[in-house]
Nanobody, 123 residues
Framework: QVQLVQSGGGLVQAGGSLRLSCAAS????????MGWFRQAPGKEREFVGA????????YYADSVKGRFTISRDNAKNTVYLQMNSLKPEDTAVYYC????????????????WGQGTLVTVSS
């Protein structure tokens, strides 16, 4: 079972950038697809994006496409979420997640969750 520890996040002005990191323990990190989700106050959790286990494919929600980039470094057991051109509506708690496939992640088939990190975008 993989365990995930997130870092990054915080307060940023609209138009700014932040990078979130998600470090995994365990030797099987490279076999997992990794995803990012977010939950805004009073709203349901939503899928942000995901990356395949080799990093060859990335998928994004329409709301973040062109602004957010997911990458991974399997040598460091870490996945990243680079967020650019941030908007106030991006304010949420962001969670990384590990799953067997990207399709599974989008369907909430998650094997492990990070602890969550708050991103606040001021207008």
């Amino acid at each position: 079972q993989v365990q995930l520890v997130q870092s990054g996040g915080g307060l940023v002005q609209a138009g700014g950038s932040l990078r979130l990191s998600c470090a995994a323990s365990g030797r099987t990190f490279s076999s997992y697809a990794m995803g990012w989700f977010r939950q805004a106050p009073g709203k349901e959790r939503e899928f942000v994006g995901a990356i395949t286990w080799l990093g060859g494919g990335t998928y994004y929600a329409d709301s973040v496409k062109g602004r957010f980039t997911i990458s991974r470094d399997n040598a460091k057991n870490t996945v990243y979420l680079q967020m650019n051109s941030l908007k106030p509506e991006d304010t949420a708690v962001y969670y990384c997640a590990a799953g067997r496939t990207v399709v599974g992640l989008r369907g909430d088939a998650v094997d492990a969750w990070g602890q969550g990190t708050l991103v606040t975008v001021s207008s």
